[in-house]
């Protein structure tokens, strides 16, 4: 019987642990795609409360609630019920983006605006990594918030995206881990951490998430987001108009 050196055992061991990663099928990432857009939108219409945390240097700087009216892909209603920004809210509809104040007209978020602050989070939330972007997987995995992950990246689809590239970590359990959203200009615009998930009535539902708005002034701004509560509903349709949402 032959014997095998160290040196081809380790070669053949590497192997085994890089080739189901390189092998991946394209079907079976977009399963892990499909899996990853599932617990961030876990049902097509539900109110969901969130509370969310400003921290600027580690140092929590303020704290709003807010409710998302989420209905489909494209139709997302934000409104602040809770802190400094109680009262206003933001219409999204397609690719138009209102902010609603309690006493003033609404006012057109332009593209710019719309990669910033709750506006960015609310863009963040509306993009679906196995429908809008091309996926090619790195060949090794990484270490995330003490979790093995796949690391993929996305490629947009579409030149109108305001988001043209993204690296994704993926757990075993095909859970995010981490993204970084990146501008067609190269310019990295958003960090997000996925800290916490959550099981309930057989699904997994993102609980806390951590966020780096990288295009903010100064430095070291950070948004912490818990997810409080889930509510499935049927939205009407006339609420996402200018003067439902009002």
């Known amino acids: 019987m032959s014997r095998r050196s160290p040196l081809t055992l380790a070669i053949a061991f590497v192997l085994v642990i890089v080739r189901p990663l390189a092998a991946a099928t394209p079907e079976e990432v977009r399963v892990w795609l499909r899996d ?38 494209d139709r997302t209603l934000l409104v602040f019920t809770g ?97 970084r959203f990146f501008l067609p200009s190269g310019r990295q615009a958003q960090e997000i951490v996925f800290l916490r998930f959550e099981e309930k009535e057989g699904r997994t539902l993102l609980a806390e998430m951590e966020c780096h708005d990288l295009l903010a002034p100064g430095a070291g701004l950070t948004l912490t987001l818990e997810y409080l509560r889930y509510r499935p509903a049927r939205i009407d349709d006339s609420l996402y108009t200018l003067e439902g949402a009002r």
């Open 83 to 179: 802190g400094k920004q109680i009262g206003r809210k933001i219409l999204i509809v397609g690719e138009k983006m209102w902010l609603i104040l309690p006493t003033a007209h609404p006012v057109p978020i332009s593209p710019h605006q719309r990669i910033m602050g709750a506006a960015a989070l609310s863009e963040v939330a509306r993009f679906r990594a196995a429908d809008d972007y091309e996926a090619s997987v790195r060949a090794e995995e990484e270490e995330q918030g003490g979790h093995r992950c796949r690391v993929v990246d996305l490629a947009a689809r579409s030149p109108k995206s305001h988001y043209s590239r993204i690296e994704l970590w993926i757990d075993a359990r095909n859970q995010p881990r981490k993204a």
């Open 36 to 73: 990853v857009d599932a617990v961030r939108q876990p049902y097509p219409e539900a109110i969901i409360s969130v509370r969310q945390t400003e921290r600027v240097g580690g140092v929590a700087r303020s704290a709003d609630e807010f409710d998302l009216y989420m209905k489909g892909r």
